[in-house]
C-alpha cells in the first residue's frame, strides 16, 4: 500500500540552527515527492519537488530535499532557519497512480529566537 | 492569474443544513482537486475532476457529498445534512495534466467550515 509518514510530529529548533524534516514513503515504483508548507489558517504552498534525475532538489525560500531510494527517504532540509519558517510541512507522494496525493501526517516546526 | 481561490474562506453552520463552497481553479488548469484536513492533519483526497469529467471519488465523499464542475472551470462542493464531524477545512487544488507533464498541484487557501 502507498503511503507517507513523516515521524515527527513537532521540531523545535533555534533560530539560525540546521533543519532537517523526515519524509518516508512507501510506493512500488519511482515516485514524485513533494513538500508543502502551511502557514495557521491558510492553504499549502509547493516548497519543491522530485520527479527524477537529480536526487537533490533545491526549492523555495532555501529548502532543499535529497531523495535516497535506498531509505524510502525524501527529507527536507534548511541550513539556517528563519523566525518566518514556523509552519508546518507536509510531504506529499502519489496515491493510487498519478492522478492525486498522499499526504503525511504533518511536521510542526517551531523557531525560537 | 494570482492561483487557486476558494470561497468562502470560513462557513459556520448549523448541524443539518446544506452548505456549498466553491473553488476557480488557475485558468488553464485541466485538472481540479478537492482535499478534506481535519486538526492536526495532512489533506485526505476527496475527489477529483478533468475538465467536467468527475473521474474518482474516495470512499471518504458520503453520498452526503456531491461536487460538480459544469464547464470544466469552476468547481462547487456541496455537503447537504451537515454533521459535526463534518468540520474541517476543505482545500481545492489544480493541476495541468496532459502527455509528458508532471500533475503538480497548486492549492487553495481552503474554506474552513464549523458545524455547530
Known amino acids: 500500500a502507498q503511503s507517507v509518514t513523516q515521524p515527527d510530529i513537532h521540531i523545535t529548533v533555534s533560530e539560525g540552527a540546521s533543519l532537517e524534516l523526515r519524509c518516508n514513503y512507501s510506493y512500488g515504483a519511482t515516485p514524485y515527492l513533494f513538500w508543502y508548507v502551511q502557514s495557521p489558517g491558510q492553504g499549502l504552498q509547493l516548497l519543491l519537488k522530485y520527479f527524477s534525475g537529480d536526487t537533490l532538489v533545491q526549492g523555495i525560500k532555501g529548502f532543499e530535499a535529497e531523495f535516497k531510494r535506498s531509505q524510502s527517504s525524501f527529507n527536507l532540509r534548511k541550513p539556517s532557519v528563519h523566525w518566518s519558517d514556523a509552519a508546518e510541512y507536509f510531504c506529499a507522494g502519489p496515491l493510487g497512480g498519478y492522478n492525486k496525493l498522499i499526504f503525511g501526517a504533518g511536521t510542526r516546526l517551531a523557531v525560537h529566537p | 492569474d494570482t492561483g487557486v481561490s476558494q470561497n468562502p474562506r470560513h462557513k459556520i453552520t448549523k448541524r443539518g443544513q446544506n452548505v456549498t463552497f466553491r473553488c476557480d481553479p488557475i485558468s488553464e488548469h485541466n485538472r481540479l482537486y478537492w482535499y478534506r484536513q481535519t486538526l492536526g492533519q495532512g489533506p485526505e483526497f476527496l475527489t477529483y475532476?478533468?475538465?467536467?469529467?468527475?473521474?474518482?471519488k474516495s470512499r471518504l465523499l458520503s453520498d452526503r457529498f456531491s461536487a460538480e464542475r459544469p464547464k470544466g472551470s469552476f468547481s462547487t462542493l456541496e455537503i447537504q445534512r451537515t454533521e459535526q464531524g463534518d468540520s474541517a477545512m476543505y482545500l481545492c487544488a489544480s493541476s495541468f495534466a496532459g502527455t509528458g507533464v508532471k500533475n503538480e498541484q497548486f492549492f487553495g487557501p481552503g474554506t474552513r467550515l464549523t458545524v455547530l
Open positions: 475532476f478533468q475538465n467536467e469529467a468527475q473521474l474518482e
